[in-house]
């Protein structure tokens, strides 16, 4: 059995279908008002793309993988902090229905290297917000490479992306593109790590939303009782933050850019702010297998965002928590 062939079947015995966890983890496009680069998703929703995919123990790499692993994943989202405001007064609330439909294609390269290549088209729509409604489109290529088919060997990947999110907001639609390196390492026969280190860009028609960060990423798999997997995964991404609030002289002194907000425009005006700040991320989740290649992924993501300099004459910074509760149902083909 190659390298390759024995963790993607390592990946099959954790359930036909655990949870995709991309790294997209915490989705910025997702909540509210912010660029399409994802601290999950849902990642960012967070899923490993190569989850769903079944490998023959006869294979060759010369013979390719066949097949193309499909993953049709709908859910429930509510959020405390849409605007990524620090005031209270600021701080809107609303709960989303997401589709996504994510293929993804492993081709063998060698003994020991196999190119993913992945295809996302994601939808979301909110109960209050409606400007807020999204439908992205992504494409996904990692090249990874694991030295040798014992069980402690890792996995090395780089991975580049680029998609587009068409939002009813005009101000939030983007292209964006991100780059970087990943680590995949089985610790025991239940506990899997994944790490990565990542540059992200979003591009829009506004200055606000042209958006650059650098995150880093650890995600910790449990395997428990029938192929429940419970999983942890951190982030902490340091660049630029969007926030929404009505016009603060504080956000005003350090944006680099601000705008006025074209879906929280009803009532006291609102605008966007763009600042350099850090933002950490935390999410909790469980995946239930429900029988074949079906299962319910239950999340819950903590996210605390600080910018980096104070307003003058005030040395507190500008701070926000936000957190976002998700239930989704997934089914592979």
Known sequence: MTAFQQIFLGFRKKGEVSRFRYIQFFSMASLANTSSNRIGKFPVIAVFVITGLSVSPNISYAEGLDGL???????????????????????????????????????????????????????????????????????????????????????????????????????????????????????????????????????????????????????????FSNGNTLYLTTEYRVGDIVSTTQAALAYREIAAASINDDVFSSGQPMRDYRIKGKTAVMTLGCNLPLGGKKSLDISWRYARSASDTSPDNDFSLIKYVGSQFSVNYLMGF
């Open 69 to 223: 692993g499909i993953l049709l994943d709908t859910g429930y989202s509510y959020d405390n902090n849409l605007t990524h405001a620090s005031d209270p007064t600021d701080k809107l609330s609303d709960s989303s229905l997401n589709l996504n439909l994510i293929g993804t294609k492993a081709v063998a390269l060698s003994e020991h290297t196999r190119l993913v290549l992945s295809g996302f088209i994601d939808t979301e729509a909110f109960a209050r917000y409606s400007g807020l409604d999204r439908l992205s489109a992504n494409a996904e290529a990692e090249y990874m490479y694991r030295p040798s088919g014992e069980f402690e060997a890792p996995t090395f990947g780089f991975i580049t992306g680029a998609g587009r999110d068409e939002f009813k907001s005009g101000l939030r639609k983007n292209d964006h593109y991100s780059a970087g390196v990943t680590l995949r390492q089985p610790v025991t026969d239940r506990v899997n790590l994944y790490a990565a280190l990542k540059n992200n860009i979003s591009r829009s028609d506004n200055d606000v939303f042209n958006t650059r960060d650098t995150s880093t990423q650890l995600n910790m798999d449990y395997g």
